[in-house]
């Protein structure tokens, strides 16, 4: 076919030919991560799975004997941080979620917390670090206590609980307020009994989610000036303590190979927390979009 | 209408909820004032020491006599933020394309999920993994002359890291592109493949853009990932086989070590958290007025 200069050519199956070609390097590149994700799974059960066992539980950290090493002081200084911090952050988050989209007028007021919010979101977790060894450690004489780090990661995930809690809220159809205040209910009584319970699931995908940062976070405790090297379990939120980010980061840091595995059985341990709570965030949303009524 | 208690009620209630909200906003003047306040220790009327930390090439608080450039820490930030970006920027842009235009919603609804696991991984695995994977069996073949702790390796994780956050964003974007724009395209007979590149991409444009930038803030602030993989020797190069020091890092380093408050060392943390913060809020900023932007243009 012969086509006079200037004219289209539609030339279309060289096209769509390219456009085959670019679709898989697409679909392949997008599946990087996944493998990346095998890979690294793969990789950290090879080299953790033997030295994990119940004895790794349920001892202490040993510097001198590698094999009779445990993170019993770490795992239970991560169960305390997670205490403190779902108490604190929780009621906070949520009340000030309800206040942002149930209770403020739209203004000056809401607009500003609501840009300080999203800014907020973007702050390095390290420098969260820095605030609490400032006005926790040193400022208010927590010491390098559960407490204070407890304080520190509970103001490291409030913006995510806010935001999350933001968007179940405003997800409530406006008809449901409007019933309860037909019946007289009061804005407090309709966000109670109505609008909080409706946005539930919601909610709790976002503290789940938030709950999973705070358990793997290591530098805000390290700036803190948490111990990496604790024989002993935390009696009260004023005791000293390390958490498993923390005693895996220790072990990465010493050369000596046993050290390594002994690093990918604390991953093990500390994935085998948090993969089961992002899967249970992802399931909650997924059922509750399947199962919402309006 | 309400008792007494009820109204007191009602705005006891109020006045509680907004306190919890006022809490963000005092959280943030924390940080600001605790990192101004402590820098101005540091500086204490010493324009000469501002001088040095602002344009000073070497970076040695600790030593005998003792250098403040804060520099190295800054070129080495970028170093790895940058390779970061080479490495998420095309893959998290073709996994948002393949997301929204090209995969069946089955695939879709598998795909991101295990995106989002990568973001929930905690980074000091994606250190232990550069450290014993990534360099040994897989830079060290290629490249014989790599250090053992070195950038590369680190801004392969740290990208691996921030795909999530740039393809989810990117998706977003891509999907909030109207359907009539694509309809009127493929009305002119063009692929999907055109339809995408030529149509979608450049509308939802300062939506990637945006996705790029709040990404690099994230590989900005990174920090247990760089800490274990990139090494403790801040220096001025652009070369990603040797060992850097990161603003992160350099603050993990410090940390570690017994830091007296008042000491030099104590202070240097906050003079580099108030360097760091600047420079991801900076960021941040840019992103989001760039994010208004695109969202103005379609409502």
């Not at chain 1, 913006?159 to 409007?178: C, D, F, G, N, Y």
């Not at chain 1, 995908?205 to 938030?210: C, P, Q």
């Not at chain 1, 009696?235 to 990465?252: C, G, H, K, R």
Request: net charge positive; glycine share 8%.
């Amino acid at each position: 076919m012969t086509v006079a200069p200037g004219l289209f050519v539609p030339r279309l199956r060289h096209r769509r030919r390219i456009g085959t070609i670019v679709a898989t390097a697409c679909a392949v590149l997008s599946l990087i991560g996944v493998m990346f994700l095998g890979v690294l799974l793969v990789r950290i059960g090879k080299e953790g799975w033997s030295w994990l066992t119940t004895a790794f539980l349920t001892n202490f950290p040993s510097v001198l004997s590698p094999e009779l090493a445990g993170i019993k002081s770490a795992l239970w200084g991560t169960i305390w941080l997670t205490l403190i911090t779902v108490s604190v952050s929780v009621p906070i988050g949520v009340a000030a979620a309800v206040y942002l989209e149930e209770f403020a007028r739209p203004g000056r007021v809401r607009w500003f917390i609501h840009i300080n919010i999203s800014n907020l979101a973007g702050v390095p977790s390290i420098v969260y670090g820095i605030l609490g060894l400032a006005v926790f450690v040193r400022w208010m004489h927590l010491g390098r206590s559960v407490l204070a780090g407890g304080l520190t990661l509970s103001l490291l995930v409030l913006p995510v609980v806010i935001i999350a809690s933001r968007e179940a809220l405003s997800a409530v159809p406006k008809s449901i307020r409007l019933a309860a205040y037909a019946l007289g209910a009061t804005r407090w009584q309709t966000v109670r009994s109505h609008v909080l319970p409706a946005a539930l699931p919601g909610i709790m995908t976002g503290v789940i989610l938030a709950l999973s940062r705070a358990i793997g976070e290591a530098s805000p405790l390290l700036i803190l000036g948490a111990l990496t090297y604790v024989a002993f379990v935390p009696q009260s939120p004023w005791d000293p303590f390390t958490a498993i980010p923390l005693q895996v980061y220790d072990w990465i840091d010493r050369p000596q190979p046993e050290f390594h595995h002994l690093a990918a059985a604390g991953i093990i341990v500390l994935l085998g927390i948090l993969l089961p709570m992002n899967a249970l965030a992802i399931g909650v949303r997924a059922w509750h979009q399947r199962k919402k009524a309006w | 209408m309400l008792s007494t208690f009820g109204r007191f009620r009602e705005r006891a209630i109020h006045a509680a909820l907004f306190l919890s909200a006022a809490v963000s906003v005092v959280t943030t003047a924390g940080i600001i004032w605790v990192l101004v306040y402590e820098s101005a220790l540091f500086f204490h009327g010493n324009w000469s020491l501002l001088v040095e930390f602002v344009t000073g090439t070497e970076w040695a608080p600790l030593y005998e006599p003792p250098h403040f450039g804060v520099l190295p820490l800054i070129c080495g930030t970028f170093l790895i933020a940058g390779g970061a970006l080479l490495v998420a920027l095309p893959i998290g842009l073709a996994s948002a394309v393949f997301l929204s235009e090209y995969a069946p919603s089955s695939v879709r609804s598998v795909l991101k999920p295990v995106l989002e696991i990568l973001a929930g991984i905690p980074t000091v695995v994606y250190g232990y993994f550069a450290l014993t994977f990534v360099t040994p069996y897989v830079l060290q073949p290629l490249f014989s002359n790599i250090e053992v702790f070195n950038a590369a390796s680190a801004a392969i994780v740290v990208g691996i890291m921030i795909i999530p956050t740039i393809s989810s964003l990117c998706d977003d974007a891509l999907r909030a592109v109207p359907r009539n724009l694509r309809e009127a395209a493929y009305a002119l007979s063009a692929t999907k493949l055109e339809v995408s590149t030529r149509i979608v991409l450049p509308a939802a444009l300062s939506g990637v853009m945006a996705a790029v930038l709040l990404g690099l803030a994230r590989a900005i602030g990174e920090t247990m990932a760089v800490a274990i993989a990139a090494g403790m020797s801040p220096k001025m190069t652009l070369n990603p086989f040797v060992s850097v020091q990161t603003l992160t890092g350099y603050m993990v380093q410090v940390s570690q070590g017994d830091t007296p408050a008042g000491s030099i060392a104590y202070q240097t943390i906050f003079a580099v958290g108030l360097t760091l913060f600047a420079i991801t809020l900076a960021v941040n900023l840019i992103a989001h007025r760039v994010l208004r932007g695109f969202r103005e243009a379609y409502e």
